[in-house]
């Protein structure tokens, strides 16, 4: 194997880019032949591109780091700002979501009755399921921090039970929030307040799948030996993703749930 | 000045006293592996202890560490041989297929007669 004299990671040439590239450009393509010349191949084409680039190239990064010990300390301080810097931009991305209903709630229109919630739209009781849900997931944040010290106390089979703990409590979010978007009295078409209510927890709840997914990942990581207790920057990873989809749903609940009603 | 060691910014970082003395996460060492135990005859499989479940699996790691550093110059996508292969052709083939079939889709779509 070829040496190197600095403690970077120099990756080898990978597909996984292009072949994301290409993912977007059917799913946004798609998506335009979905609306308006009713096919759905391209989008799913797209889509199916899509999932088997992220595990791949995942995988490659599993591979790269676990396997062949190329996450040095310089090379996990760049993935840490990395995180980081992709949970800022979702900050960003939710912040214009809040914004869209911090506009049409503070100064309702007459066409909504010049209040809000407007005329006709009967909120869910923030006391509730939300309030279940706001539960659910405060007590998957503490299950997710035994599960990390567990870890870095070489605790194994806790690490275990407190992950699947905390998946199982973000699983009983989405299966909670499904059933309520079911009976919710209702849609998005029902104004702006349905727009903001769906499209912001609609968002939120999107999340809570792909911080389940990364979770489910790391547990099975886990299974397989690949954490160390002083090594396990996947699974901390997840745990920043777990707490800020967290922390998005206690701005959703106070906001729109509990204000907004 | 007392000091701690910043999970956040993989450094030394000012703090109190207490966090000196008594470092989060830090533990007596305390081996959760049972004792080396001598029989008579060699132990076999984890899976005849009564732990939980999550035993049955060995630690395969160092034998994936030897199998991906092996210096066959393969990139790490295609390292492991024929699964790493088909996964690849078969996402390239939906690729590239793919993306000359959204090309002529565009194409199609963007003429003003013909509606299809």
Known sequence: ?????????????????????????????????????????LMTLGLLIMLLTMFQWWRDVIREGTFQGHHTPP????????????????VFFFIGFFWAFYHSSLAPTPELGGCWPPTGITPLNPFEVPLLNTAVLLASGVTITWTHHSLMEMNRNQTIQALTITILLGLYFTALQAMEYYEAPFTIADGVYGSTFFVATGFHGLHVIIGSTFLIVCLLRQIKFHFT????????????????VDVVWLFLYVSIYWWGS | MYYKFSGFSQRLVGAVAAAAYAPQGLKPLASTESPALI??????????????????????????????????????????GVPDQLLYRTTMALTIGGTIYCLIALYMASQPKSKK
């Open chain 1, 1 to 41: 194997m070829a040496h190197q004299m600095h403690a970077y990671h120099m990756v080898d040439p990978s597909p996984w880019p292009l072949t994301g590239a290409a993912a977007a450009l059917l799913m946004t393509s798609g998506l335009a032949m979905w609306f308006h010349h009713n096919s759905m191949l």
């Open chain 1, 75 to 90: 090379v996990q301080k760049g993935l840490r700002y990395g995180m980081i810097l992709f949970i800022t931009s979702e």
């Open chain 1, 229 to 244: 207790s002083t090594h396990h920057f996947g699974f901390e990873a997840a745990a920043w993703y777990w707490h800020f």
């Open chain 2, 39 to 80: 029989f008579g005859t060699p132990t076999k499989l984890a899976s005849d202890s009564p732990a939980a479940v999550s035993y049955l699996d060995k630690n395969k790691v160092p034998d994936l560490q030897k199998l991906f550093q092996k210096a066959d110059g393969l990139p790490v996508h295609l390292k492991r």
